[in-house]
């Protein structure tokens, strides 16, 4: 158990809707890190934060925002959903230490029909 | 730029087989390198880690040297199982950015 929580493990939904991934870091982490796993891009970074604050970003569309909430869990925020979006979307958790390793969730699987 | 290079899989091997997955990387900086190993229906978990060079990282029997002079983080491991199958991903992390690397990830496979 990596301590880092996720929900929910599985979405369905439609093209256009818009939906929420919810992340719980491991007690004691500061960044959160968003990625997408799909079969054709592999592991995508989209984006991190730390403390609450935006740190990096990567190959995150217009179509997503996320944040970071002062108990410092997280939230992914996909909308106006396409096919493509179906993916396995992970959370990790860092320390503050540098180069400290990432501890991932488990993970959520969209599904958009 | 930054970029870690692993070898395509799929890697089929019987059980017991000595298994080496390439991982090479392109870095400015001195980076910390790291393996996470995917099994099927999870998420990625740390498998081992080596922060500065001739580091070895290890855990479960498998072995990593961080090399710098061939910019190299090969994994290996003595004695496979089925139960190792699972995808592997070789990773950087810079000092700078503090953001993963990665590599495309290697799929595993194990044959009884």
């Known amino acids: 158990d990596s301590g880092v929580t996720q929900t929910p493990k599985h979405l369905i939904t439609a093209t256009g809707q818009r939906v929420t991934l919810r992340c719980s870091p491991r007690?004691?982490?500061?960044?959160v890190y968003w990625y997408q796993q799909s079969l054709d891009q592999g592991l995508q970074f989209l984006i991190q934060?730390?403390?609450?604050?935006?740190?990096a970003k990567g190959n995150i569309l217009e179509r997503f925002s996320a944040q970071q909430f002062p108990d410092l869990h997280s939230e992914l925020n996909l909308s106006s959903l396409e096919l493509g979006d179906s993916a396995l979307y992970f959370c990790?958790?860092?320390?503050?230490?540098?180069?400290?390793?990432?501890?991932f969730g488990n993970g959520t699987r969209l599904t958009v029909t | 730029g930054n970029s870690v290079t692993q070898m395509e899989g799929p890697v089929t091997l019987s059980e017991e087989a000595f298994l080496t997955i390439n991982c090479t990387y392109t870095a400015t900086g001195y980076p910390s390198l790291f393996w996470y190993v995917q099994y099927p229906g999870e998420g990625l978990q740390l498998l081992l880690k080596a922060t500065k060079a001739d580091d070895k990282g290890s855990n479960k029997g498998f072995e990593a040297t961080y090399r710098k002079e061939t910019t190299s983080f090969h994994l290996e491991k003595g004695s496979v199982q089925v139960s190792d199958s699972a995808v592997y991903f070789c990773a950087l992390i810079l000092d700078s950015n503090y953001q993963l690397i990665w590599g495309a990830g290697t799929k595993l496979i194990i044959k009884p």
């Open positions: 934060y730390y403390n609450g604050e935006e740190r």
């Open positions: 007690s004691g982490d500061l960044s």
């Open positions: 990790a958790s860092s320390s503050w230490e540098n180069n400290s390793p990432l501890h």
